[in-house]
């Protein structure tokens, strides 16, 4: 059973699933109107959800025509304990890089992203910007509330 809480608000007793190294499922709508998901690596800032991604890959583009996506993480401890939060998403080039290698060192044991991840050349090729989800419906199962 889910329980949508307060809108846009994520409550205390979930925020560790978006603070701890475990993936999302970020989902955005392709041109063709199918839903397109993908594994993320997460974060929260405030009652914000945050993914790194390039302006030239398939995120930014879908969230460019279609701002509106969702984030679903899943306890991996209890996978009956869920977080989905659905919203509108801002894409973000300030500290793009500083916070992917945030993500960097909170997912792996690397200290930075390029020359670790992926190799140094590719940052050349890309443009990182932050998929900032504001969310104004937030669900948990309703066993955890």
Known sequence: MTVEVARGSIPE?????????I???????????QPHSVLVWVDA?????RVNTTLEGRIA???????RASVLVVDPEDTSRFIQLRGDVEL????ALRHLDELTRMYTPHPRFYGFV??????ARETRVIAVLHPNRV??????R
Do not use: F, K
């Open 61 to 67: 583009r879908n969230l460019a025509r279609n701002a």
């Open 45 to 49: 800032d405030g009652d914000v959800v």
């Open 92 to 95: 973000v080039r300030a500290g």
């Open 118 to 123: 992926y190799p140094d050349e590719q940052a």
């Open 139 to 144: 669900s948990v199962d309703a066993i955890h």
């Open 23 to 33: 993936p999302g499922v970020l989902t955005t709508m392709d041109p063709d109107g």
């Open 13 to 21: 007793s979930h925020r560790d699933l978006l603070v701890r190294p």
